[in-house]
């Protein structure tokens, strides 16, 4: 007990791989997890895909890093690379990925139209936090709100 007490501390404490985004040819990071928050049908359909998630670390408790883009202000859902065993990623893309979540297919994207609310972005490598050192560090931060996967808004932070 007192060891997974240990590594549960540990693992809360390590910060997180984050998802990308790419907006205007800049690669963002997203520090939430918008594919955590999928409808339970969809989202049922989308751990099928990407299978069972045994290999985990510390620094990625999900067990994958989703790769999105951002068209017209809509955030769209290019792929999702799967940790392995060997340390490397898997990358699930093209038709499995559309089909997974088809609920939100249209035009050959993914459209995150399951997302309202707002997402917390970073650009850049800012200097960090030494009283939080688990925190992701960003020269430039933002909200961005989204309804139904559409940014109606950015604020910086």
Do not use: H
């Not at 693992?11 to 984050?18: E, L, V």
């Not at 205007?24 to 990071?29: F, K, L, Q, R």
């Not at 392995?84 to 994207?109: H, M, P, T, V």
């Amino acid at each position: 007990t007192l060891l997974l007490c240990i590594i549960g501390v540990t693992a809360g404490a390590t910060q997180q791989i984050n998802d990308k985004v790419t907006v205007n040819g800049e690669e963002w990071e997203i520090t939430s997890s918008p594919l955590e928050n999928l409808q339970p049908q969809v989202k049922d359909a989308f751990d099928a895909l990407i299978g069972e998630r045994d290999f985990m670390n510390t620094a990625n408790q999900r067990g994958y890093v989703a790769y999105w883009y951002v068209d017209r202000g809509r955030l769209c859902l290019d792929r999702v690379e799967v940790a392995q065993k060997n340390g490397g990623y898997k990358a699930i893309d093209g038709k499995e990925l559309k089909k997974a979540l088809r609920k939100y297919s249209r035009f050959g994207k993914i459209r995150a139209g399951w997302i309202t609310g707002n997402l917390r972005a970073g650009y850049g490598i800012g200097e960090r936090n030494m009283a939080a050192p688990y925190l992701p560090a960003f020269e430039k931060e933002e909200i961005w709100v989204l309804r139904k996967g559409k940014i109606a808004a950015r604020a910086t932070i």
